[in-house]
């Protein structure tokens, strides 16, 4: 009986410690504003030594064990929910309006988050942001995978240009910002550079979002009225395949 107490305490003073320096782990990574396969696997790495510390911990306590467990099943059962009729209307008004959200962001390479952005980071993480709310609401399984997908494999502005895992495809717009054609363009389409460098997404009106590193953070700008340097470089235009 002795022996069994002092194992018992023994896996709760484990858990507990296991829990605090998960905790404190999975808090400095979501600080990090960047989104790297070493952040991502760390992250997922830090939320697994929460949930075993607080099961270590829990275990005495048949409730509180079966919930912990139920957890990962739950989430894996609402991931597995089938996909809905799809309103791509809906998911472009939210995915625009989270990007907006992002102004006055800091620039931070790399980063794809409020605490930092990038240029590809922006849409990225806009795009994210709208398939989350949607997917909850809508209890929509696809959604949700796509949003956890999108995180996974994460693309810089050259791959979205090159349509990776055919997330976005060509407009067939060329030119400028400054002078491109309009026509057929909708809020929330993506001008990138030639050289696959930068990304901007059109807004409405003459008016582009970026995450711009000469300004240092988020801004919108018209492009007939504001100065930027990259309205005056060669972009061709792209698409989320799941806005059209």
Not at 11 to 18: A, C, D, E
Not at 94 to 104: D, H, L, N
Not at 135 to 151: K, V
Request: aromatic fraction near 8%; charged fraction near 20%.
């Amino acid at each position: 009986m002795k022996w069994r107490l002092h194992d018992a305490l023994m896996w709760q003073r484990v858990g507990i410690n296991l829990t605090l320096v998960s905790v404190l782990a999975t808090l400095l990574m979501l600080a990090n504003p960047v989104n790297n396969l070493i952040s991502r696997l760390g992250l997922l790495g830090v939320i697994g030594g929460v949930w075993l510390g607080m099961l270590a911990c829990l275990w005495k306590w048949k409730a509180a064990r079966v919930v912990l467990i139920l957890l990962p099943v739950s989430a894996a059962a609402v991931l597995a929910l089938p996909g809905k009729r799809m309103n791509p209307g809906g998911l472009r008004a939210e995915y625009v309006a989270r990007m907006k959200g992002y102004e006055g962001t800091r620039y931070y390479w790399g980063g794809e988050n409020s605490r930092g952005i990038d240029c590809s980071g922006l849409p990225r993480r806009a795009l994210r942001d709208a398939l989350w709310k949607q997917g909850w609401e809508q209890a929509d399984g696809e959604l949700l995978r796509m949003a956890i997908g999108q995180w996974w494999f994460d693309s810089s502005a050259r791959a979205l240009a090159e349509g990776y895992r055919g997330n976005t495809r060509a407009l067939g717009g060329k030119g400028t910002v400054r002078n491109l054609d309009l026509t057929g363009l909708e809020s929330g389409d993506l001008a990138i550079t030639a050289d696959g460098v930068h990304v901007m997404v059109y807004v409405g009106e003459g008016k582009w979002i970026q995450a711009e590193p000469s300004i240092g953070k988020v801004v919108t700008l018209d492009r007939k009225s504001n100065s930027s340097d990259w309205f005056d470089v060669p972009v061709t235009t792209h698409r989320w395949q799941i806005l059209e």
